[in-house]
């Protein structure tokens, strides 16, 4: 009788020691939910005129992703409910930061194009939003620094040279160059890479990798190793360089 009373009181003891684990666990998972569960923010970014503006990139300080708004000027993004700054940023249209406080929709309005000096603001505005904590790739993927590789931007200041921007931008499936094709510079024929030492990326417009199908029946013997068209930002400095 003694050790059944034992027993029972053992297992009551076990019993509550699970009920207590369990809830300890339980609280713990959910108070991991609450702090990693992110938030919706929506709105959209006009310009003074009240036209929507297109491509417009919605960013956080200390984040790598970035949102884009649509034809209408409208984004949604999901976001941690602890950050504090939200960006939209642009090329033509300068920039924006805005104080986030936990509200679920934030507009922007960004000067019209025509009355917005990009050229003079481009000189600070990159080391400053990367000085508040903003990410660097996307800041200068939507400044006038940015260049047009295939058409998707790319951040210039990440390489040392044409060279290796080239070797890591290059797709190696359909847009191919190899460092013997010929490489078209403002409309100059050069065959081979080694030619365009003096072409710093910062100093390029575009680049456009031609469909590999298509180099020898517009090139012709020229295009065997493919073609690569580059378009400075100064045409003239750089085709006076040697």
Known sequence: MFNLQIIDIMKKKILLLILFSAFIVQGSIAQNNTRTKKVTLKGS?????????KNATLVVPDSKHAKKTNKKGYYKMKIEPSIEKVMALTTLNGYLEKNY??????????????DYNYAE??????????????????????????VDFNGRKINPYKYSSFEELLDKEMSPNIYVVSRSGL?????????????LKHVRPINIKSIEIVDIGLTLPF??????????????KNPRAENKKD
């Open 121 to 146: 603001d481009q000189k600070n505005r990159s080391r400053e939003l990367i000085a508040r904590g903003y990410n660097e790739d996307i800041v200068y993927e939507n400044s006038s620094d940015a």
């Open 101 to 114: 406080t936990g509200e679920s929709s934030i507009d922007f309005v960004l000067p019209n194009a025509s």
């Open 45 to 53: 970014v006009m310009d003074t005129d009240n036209h929507p503006i």
């Open 183 to 195: 490489y078209i510079v403002d409309g100059v024929h050069i065959q081979g890479i080694w030619a």
């Open 219 to 232: 090139y012709g013997i020229e295009g065997i190793y493919g073609v690569c068209k580059v378009t400075t």
